[in-house]
């Protein structure tokens, strides 16, 4: 590769993480609300601001009447924790697990709580498993968007509108870029750090009336602590749902998260908010396209994500370098634009195969991803000089 001038052009924003992600154009902190602050999280002005931000998130997200939307602790592992451990065991469970937050649940599920009727479906990263063999007689986990791989579902066709198992979904980089097929999902959750550029900490758990019927029918056979505990003598601790949250949450996270749904609001809504990150996912395939350094680890449109688009880096003098050297390589291009101020965070989760993950949500700016792409290759031609034989 042939050295190439530094690109004139910078991102006006820099953040590209796969989360925490950046923060909304135009965020400030001195937009939020902070007169809750300093106040019991229980009192009417508390209270009030966590019941805003559930009310905003079910309309925003188009959540199904009778479905219920609660703030719980732990982000959004804890979302799903508390969801497995309150749900399952009353039925066998499918895992799907195609990168490393599936597999993270799949380990839970065998190894945690030691299901004994448990199937792990599995694929490579870059590929998804064959979703025809799920047997939704029985309880279904699954991921809506490898964040770690950037294969998502390509919908939610494959999933029976009459099941008899539970389907549970983690969707927290799903969740505000792309469609959730509702009437196919009993369980969703999310982390407000994702797609809308909030802060960790908290989780949102979505249950929907079938979800609720099973925790008011089912005792797991497991010990359940405070923090995952969503019924009360077999009834649903209702007031989880109205903004009663189940210990102390951080109300600066939540008038964050409330400044978050007000600007989704102002753009024009869930359509806008999609519009923004499949508009960023075709800036990157009409870059990919033309670059012939890169590629995408999702070799299937159909199951590509259009928040963590993960990217192997397929440059002729770094195919010919050994696993090793393409990780020393790997690290050098995202040090580069880390140095430079250009990108943050580029480099591809810990697990995953040595590659860019650049994050294209919806507070991404699809100017920004058009003024990084020529520093990668700019960066891919500096590190060809230090690593090509
Ligand atoms: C698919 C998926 N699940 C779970 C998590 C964990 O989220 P949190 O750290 O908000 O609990 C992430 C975070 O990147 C994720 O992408």
């Given amino acids: 590769m042939t050295a190439i001038a530094k690109p004139a052009t910078r991102p006006a924003n820099p953040n590209f993480s796969s989360g925490p992600c950046a923060k909304r154009p135009g965020y400030s902190l001195a937009a939020l609300a902070t007169d809750c602050l300093g106040r019991s999280h229980r009192a009417k002005i508390g209270k009030a601001r966590l019941k805003e931000a559930i009310d905003r998130s079910k309309a925003l997200l188009g959540v199904p009447e009778g479905y219920l939307l609660g ?3 732990a982000s959004d592992t804890g979302a799903v924790e508390m969801a497995l451990w309150s749900l399952l ?3 066998g469970v499918d895992v799907l697990a195609w990168e490393s937050f599936g597999s993270g649940w799949a380990t839970d599920i065998v190894k945690q709580l030691k299901l004994k009727d448990a199937r792990v479906l ?15 007689s029985r309880d279904v986990v699954f991921t809506w968007n490898g964040t770690t791989s950037g294969v998502c579902v390509p919908n939610g066709d494959w999933i029976p509108a009459d ?7 983690d969707a927290t980089s799903a969740a505000f870029a792309m469609d959730l097929a509702w009437d196919k999902l009993d369980v969703v959750t999310y982390s407000w750090q994702k797609v809308m550029g909030g802060e960790g900490a908290h989780g949102v758990l979505i249950l929907s009336p079938r979800a609720v019927a099973r925790l008011e029918s089912h005792a797991p056979a497991w010990p359940m602590p405070k923090i995952f505990r969503m019924t009360k003598g077999g009834k649903l601790i209702a007031g989880i749902f109205e903004g009663e949250t189940i210990n102390t949450p951080s109300m600066l996270v939540v008038e964050d998260a409330i400044d978050g749904l007000k600007w989704g609001e102002a753009i024009g809504g869930l359509p806008a908010l999609i519009g923004r990150s499949k508009a960023n996912l075709a800036a990157v395939a009409a870059w990919v396209e033309a670059s012939g350094n890169v590629a995408f680890l999702a070799a ?4 590509r994500s259009s928040t963590s688009v993960c990217l ?6 770094f195919a010919k370098l050994s696993a090793e050297a393409q990780a020393k390589a790997q690290k050098a291009v995202v ?9 943050y965070d580029l480099g591809a989760y810990r697990d995953a195969p040595p590659g860019l993950r650049i994050w ?7 100017a920004d991803l058009e003024a990084l792409f020529p520093w990668i290759e700019w960066a891919l031609a500096e590190a060809a000089k230090d690593f090509a034989a």
């Fill in 71 to 73: 703030i719980v602790p």
């Fill in 89 to 91: 065991g009353a039925r």
């Fill in 122 to 136: 599995e694929a490579p990263y870059g590929e998804i498993p064959d979703l025809k063999q799920v047997d939704f």
């Fill in 163 to 169: 099941r008899a198992g539970l389907t549970i979904c």
């Fill in 300 to 303: 299937d449109p159909a199951v």
């Fill in 312 to 317: 192997r880096i397929t440059a002729p003098w």
């Fill in 335 to 343: 040090g580069l634009l880390d140095k430079e101020g250009v990108a």
């Fill in 360 to 366: 294209a949500g919806a507070t991404v700016e699809t």
